[in-house]
């Protein structure tokens, strides 16, 4: 999970590059990448949204990264201090359709907040959103099953059979009255 949230980590970067390394020859090139982004364009189609060219693609990867020699990625490429941060970018065109089209119409106000909060990795964000995410989740399901004590709404109330009462409290008689027949119940 880690290196699917946080591809910009060493660790991430060595496993995805050897990922898309079919050759095993420590470069990647436009014909091993093209194989995965095949992938990427069916999957654009299918939700309707406009297709990126692959040359494009190869175009935007490499004015991202600069490598030494133009179409070909090494590793070392991928890890320099300048370039480790963005590096995550690369490996969710060819992987993550989602996380790709949300960096092709990124917000310039997030872009602003994550360059305000560098010490931060995509992986501190992505578990400080989920956070988040899951305490916004508990809070809503506490309002949903919170009940005005006053107005008792949300409770359940049903009235009890005669012969459910106990011997000797007036219900099975008749000298009890119907509300002293009622039982209120928790809705949990």
Same mark, same amino acid.
């Given at each position: 999970?880690?290196?699917?949230?946080? !591809?910009?980590?060493?660790? /991430?970067?060595?496993?995805?590059?050897?990922?898309?390394?079919?050759?095993?020859? @420590?470069?990647?090139?436009?014909?091993?990448?093209?194989?995965?982004?095949?992938?990427?364009?069916?999957?654009?189609?299918?939700?309707?949204? %406009?297709?990126?060219?692959?040359?494009? $693609?190869?175009?935007?990867?490499?004015?991202?990264?600069?490598?030494?020699?133009?179409?070909?990625?090494?590793? !070392?490429?991928?890890?320099?201090?300048? !370039?480790?941060?963005?590096? @995550?970018?690369?490996?969710?065109?060819?992987?993550?359709?989602?996380?790709?089209?949300?960096?092709?119409?990124?917000?310039?106000?997030?872009?602003?907040?994550?360059?305000?909060?560098?010490?931060?990795?995509?992986?501190?964000?992505?578990?400080?959103?989920?956070?988040?995410?899951?305490?916004?989740?508990?809070?809503?399901?506490?309002?949903?099953?919170?009940?005005? $004590?006053?107005?008792?709404?949300?409770?359940?109330?049903?009235? %009890?059979?005669?012969?459910?009462?106990?011997?000797?409290?007036?219900?099975?008689? @008749?000298?009890?009255?119907? /509300?002293?027949?009622?039982?209120?119940?928790?809705?949990?």
């Amino acid at each position: 999970m880690l290196s699917e949230e946080d !591809k910009a980590n060493p660790v /991430s970067i060595r496993y995805w590059f050897e990922l898309i390394d079919t050759n095993e020859d @420590g470069v990647l090139r436009a014909d091993e990448m093209r194989v995965f982004y095949r992938h990427q364009i069916h999957r654009m189609e299918c939700l309707g949204h %406009e297709v990126v060219p692959f040359e494009d $693609i190869l175009c935007q990867m490499s004015d991202l990264l600069h490598p030494e020699n133009e179409g070909e990625f090494y590793h !070392k490429d991928f890890i320099r201090p300048d !370039k480790i941060r963005v590096s @995550g970018v690369f490996f969710n065109v060819l992987f993550n359709l989602s996380k790709f089209i949300e960096f092709e119409q990124r917000d310039p106000f997030l872009l602003r907040q994550q360059l305000a909060e560098p010490e931060l990795t995509d992986w501190d964000r992505y578990a400080r959103a989920e956070y988040a995410r899951l305490a916004m989740e508990e809070e809503s399901r506490d309002e949903d099953t919170a009940m005005d $004590i006053d107005t008792m709404d949300g409770w359940y109330v049903s009235d %009890e059979q005669e012969d459910d009462a106990p011997e000797g409290s007036g219900a099975a008689d @008749g000298a009890s009255s119907s /509300s002293e027949a009622r039982t209120v119940e928790a809705p949990f």
